[in-house]
Structures are given as C-alpha cells and as structure tokens.
C-alpha cells in the first residue's frame, strides 16, 4: 500500500493501519490539505530527536506544530505522557490519543495543564471554534451515536484519578462523583428545553472562570433561586455504592429547607457506613421539624451496628411519640438481645397508643 501522505510504498503493521486510516480521517473528514499534513515529524528533545507520528502543521508557520497525533502506545496513560512531552517540546496547543479503538483530544492550555475536547478543529476552523461550539442535548446524542471510538466510563474515571487526581490527597471516588453528579444534572436539565446549552463543559476559559461558573451551576454547591431542583435531585440519587464517601450530604443536614435535611438523611442511610453516626446524632439534636427528626432516627437505625444502640436508647426518652416509634423500628434489629429487651419493655406502659401498638 501507498502512503496517503509520503506517497510511498509502505508495510501494513498494526500501528501502520491505525495511522493510515486516520490520515484518510484527516483528509476527508476534516478538510486538511496534504501539505499541512506531517509524518514522522522530527521533535528535538536537546541532542536526541524523536519523531510524532501525525503532525498538522500550523497554517502561518508551517515549521510549526499545530496538532500532534499519537497513535503507538496502547495504553492511554502511556500514550498521554508521551503526547505531552511531544505538545511540551513543539508548543503544539492540541494533542490526540488514540490506539484505533479509543480516541481522545486535548488542549494544552498551559505547559502544565491538558483539558480534554470534544474534538479537533477542521481545516477551515480555528481551536475557539471548537470552543465556542454551540453544545445542546441533541448535539451531545448526535456525536455520542457518531463515535465509533468511544471511551467507557471506568476508562474516564481511570484517566482522572492518574492525571487529575494523583497524589491529591482527596478520595478519587467522592471528586468524580461530584463531576458526574454536575454532568447528570446539566443533562437532565437540557432534557427539558430542546433550546438549553449544555453548560458543563471545558469552552477554554481559565481555571478559575470555570471554577466559578461551576460552583455557580452545581446545585450541590450552591443553593438555587429556589430549592426545587435540589429536592428533585436528592430525591432520584438512587442507589450509592458502599464506598461513596458523601461529604456533601453532610454538609446538607444543616441547610435552610427542611425537606433537604430530610432527604439528606436518606440518603446517607444509604451509605451505610458507621462514619454517619455522629454526624447524624449532631444534626438530630439540632433538629426542630418532626419529619426530618424522624428521618435522621431512621437513619440511625438502618446503620444496623451495636455502635448506635445507646443513641436510640437516648431517643427512646424524646417527647415525640412518631420519633419514639422510629427509634423502637431501629432497636427492634436486635433479636434476643436482653438489654434492648430491658429498654422496650417500659414502654409498652406508655402514654401514647400508638407506642404501645409498636411495642
């Protein structure tokens, strides 16, 4: 076979076929001119020189590397650091990853710092294009059916915790669930206005813009004009697996609205972790509203451990009859245990009827 852009006869390796095919891409698909397109591009690192293996060259410098492809390495973190260092030595400000199974593209916003894009910009358009694109729900489905290369989400959260997150000295597990949780939530969002952009996304702002526009958009960082999409959202977390740290449902327990703190409860009684206890017991004592008062006892109940026994004898004394019965439900767990026994029976004597049908 004949190479797309040398015009010489070549041999078909595996890492040779990936190349050539997204030469055609390069050519076709994004309207590049062959004379902007480079293969084996000499990058100089001080007195060794290494070569990329598809460079487009830039337009006003065409000694000068625009976007850098890496196509060898069969590992993306293997393949990332060795695109890094080509986009470090040339300047290039895009980089692209991919092993003809995966894809990625990258904007090197400083020599320090890659966020990854949607994709590379054609001939015809610049990097702020691609930027600036206009981003709704349709769009996002319309590219996520196109891709023929896709990346699955355990190989998203991998990437994140080794370039993001390493030595961060954060769970990895919390920080990517706060971005998927933002992401879910501009979705569901765009799902009710066909019109809606997509608001969640890198558009080539500094650090510091996005961070604001985030904190400002996140409904688990910032309270709403009104606290309807939080509640909806609290309300359809489903299932959260056992290592799910959820600082922010703690931080939750003190908020303004009390259908949160209820909710915020709930759902931290499903987390099922003993770590919950005190957090809860602190929150409980300073609760005034029946039904989160209620909720928090349930959720202490739920943890299902020894550890919360003398709480829920605590409760047991508290005025409230609804939140007396919650506590019972909660000791109830404790089969042929003689002090929980001990505990109860007092109460079948109590003055509500309705402990006394519990009991």
Known sequence: MRCLIRDTDIRLKPEEIVRQLYLRRLLENYGYTKNRIAVEFPVKFGSETKRADIVIRDKDHPE??????????????????????????????IGVWTNGGAISYYHRKDPNYFVELTDIPAQAETLAD???????????????????????????????????????????????????????????????????????????????????????????????????NLINTLENLGYLPDNFQGGFLFNLLEHKNPKVRLLAAKNIAKLNQMKSLEPLWNAFQKESDTSARREIVSAIGRLRKPQNKPYLFEILQDEDPKVVCQAIRGLLHYEDDILVERKLKPLLNHENETVRTVI
């Not at 650091?81 to 040339?90: I, R």
């Not at 879910?184 to 080539?204: A, C, I, K, P, W």
């Open 130 to 228: 691609v930027l600036r694109e206009d981003f709704r729900m349709a769009d996002l489905v319309k590219k996520f059916n196109e891709q023929t290369e896709r990346k699955s989400l355990r190989q998203r959260i991998e990437e994140m915790e080794d370039e993001v997150l390493a030595n961060a000295g954060v769970d990895v597990f919390e920080e990517v669930f706060k971005l998927i949780f933002t992401k879910l939530y501009d979705e569901l969002e765009s799902t009710r206005s066909e019109t809606r952009q997509l608001q969640f996304r890198n558009t080539g702002q500094t650090e510091t813009t996005e961070r604001e526009k985030e904190q400002g958009f996140n409904p688990l960082a910032k309270q709403q004009n009104s606290d309807k």
């Open 64 to 93: 000068s590397a625009y976007i850098i492809i890496e196509l060898k390495k069969p590992k993306l973190k293997d393949g990332k650091d060795q695109l890094k260092s080509y986009c470090h030595a040339t300047g290039a400000p």
